[in-house]
């Protein structure tokens, strides 16, 4: 019996260090800081095939060791175009670097989808954000983490999409000219379409200009010479319809839209608003008529099922650009402005009958959270008024209150919205 005595002591003592050693590490597991947890075969792929994940280290039964696997592994390689039977790109060292520039200033504006984030709502106990995994069909991706920790579960949520090829653009010279086309819709005006394209011809010789009419044909006159593309298009089919005409026949990277009653002058300042394009993210940068800028702002109220756009002119704008004084961030300018071809194109102008006499705020209501806009308070153009018009022009460009009805109509279900209003700040220093 004594005999035996310590061996039961010795048992129960080791039982109970058993118990605080194995409530210890409980402890430790549960509340250590985030760790990477990396294999050292592990394989690193490369642009959109990296993924990091922050976990923390696996408990109790660790089977994160992963078997390779030849087949799935060799597809995590990116493949060198020593590989590509095809044709090569043959270019100097000069037009190489135009090209690097011009892929920058695409990146720059292109929207990543890592800036987004996923919302995971999540039951231990609260819900976090995930940017998830980004990968493309028929590839593979090394995942660096196994998911687990007791009972609970973590959800990463999967993008499959194949890579996005860039649409890059020759610069040429460099100049207005080889980078930027002009945009503009007449109808009937031709007086003054007369002078919106001399201006263009004075201050920017050579640069293309691109014409889109809806004028009946016993009124057309054509302007087509060799720099003016004068398309024809059936009568009255309207403004939207002809910006979008005009905007399918653009292959520079940028160009300037202008109603044909408008004028470039020394003050449009073109060479500067494609400098400023070319340096920031910004797709699009309106400018002023003589000395009215008037951008806005747009405030979305409501939610997925009642939603309405308030319309906020007054200041109209969110802040000045860091590093640009006097150009302004906000949602919509006036029927003047540089804009990047290509991400205009993706917005579009609508072409319903409907928006055929007067459209302008449906084109920003549509790049709502898809462009973004600037304003610059110190380019402008002149605004012609006055002049002789063939034809009973004032009927179609002011029609009457139950076109206008069905127009607005037409806005609220297009952008399934419920209003649009109007908000103007009252400057109490005027009032009293």
């Known amino acids: 019996m004594d005999a035996t005595f310590p061996n039961r002591k010795s048992l129960f003592l080791n039982l109970v260090l058993f118990a605080a050693g194995s409530f210890c590490g409980y402890l430790l597991n549960s509340h250590l800081d985030t760790v990477y947890i990396r294999e050292q075969n592990s394989y690193h792929a490369a642009g959109a095939f990296e993924v990091s994940s922050l976990m923390r280290p696996l408990g109790k039964t660790q089977s994160h060791l992963v ?43 292109r929207i990543n989808i890592f800036h987004g984030r996923n919302q995971v709502n999540g039951s231990s106990p609260i819900s976090y954000p995930a940017h998830g995994v980004s990968v ?56 003054r379409l007369k002078n919106a394209i001399e201006s263009v011809n004075r201050l920017y ?18 302007f087509q010479s060799s720099n003016v593309d004068h398309y024809r298009m059936p009568a009255y089919k309207g403004y939207f319809a002809g910006r979008n005409l005009g905007l ?20 449009t300042k073109m060479d500067f608003l494609v400098s400023f394009l070319d340096e920031t993210n910004f797709h699009l940068v309106g400018v002023g008529i003589q000395d009215r800028l008037s951008p806005t702002t747009y405030l979305a109220l409501g939610n997925k099922t009642h939603r309405c756009i308030v319309q906020k002119p007054d200041p109209g704008y969110y802040s000045e650009i860091r590093g640009f004084p006097g150009i302004y961030t906000n949602d919509a300018v006036l029927n003047i402005f540089l804009a990047s071809t ?86 109490k220093a005027r009032k009293q």
């Open 67 to 109: 078997k390779y696997d030849p087949t799935i592994c060799n597809k995590l390689k990116q493949i060198p175009c020593s590989e590509c039977k095809a044709a090569k790109l043959s270019i100097s060292a000069a037009d190489q670097k135009r090209r690097e520039a011009s892929l920058k200033r695409y990146e720059r504006r």
């Open 136 to 191: 493309i069909p028929m590839r593979s991706v090394w995942l660096k983490v196994i998911i687990q920790f007791m009972e609970f579960t973590a959800t990463m949520p999967i993008h499959i999409q194949h890579v996005q090829l860039p649409w890059l653009f020759e610069d040429g010279t460099g100049q207005v000219k080889d980078r930027v086309t002009v945009v503009l819709k007449t109808f009937l005006r031709y007086s």
């Open 205 to 222: 010789p050579g640069t293309r200009i691109v014409v889109a009419d809806d004028t009946p044909d016993h009124l057309f006159t054509s």
């Open 248 to 267: 399918s026949q653009v292959w520079t990277e940028y160009f300037f839209y202008m109603d044909d009653d408008m004028m470039i002058t020394e003050t």
């Open 342 to 427: 290509n991400e205009a194109k993706a917005v579009g102008f609508d072409p319903h009958p409907l928006l055929a006499r007067i459209g302008h705020n449906e084109f920003f209501l549509s790049a709502l959270g898809r462009l973004r806009v600037a304003a610059c308070s110190f380019c402008a153009v002149r605004h012609v008024r006055g002049g002789p018009v063939p034809g009973n022009y004032s009927k179609y460009r002011k029609p009457e209150k139950r076109f206008k009805a069905k127009r607005n109509n037409y806005n609220l279900y297009m952008h399934n919205i419920d209003c649009v209003k109007t908000q103007w700040v009252v400057n």
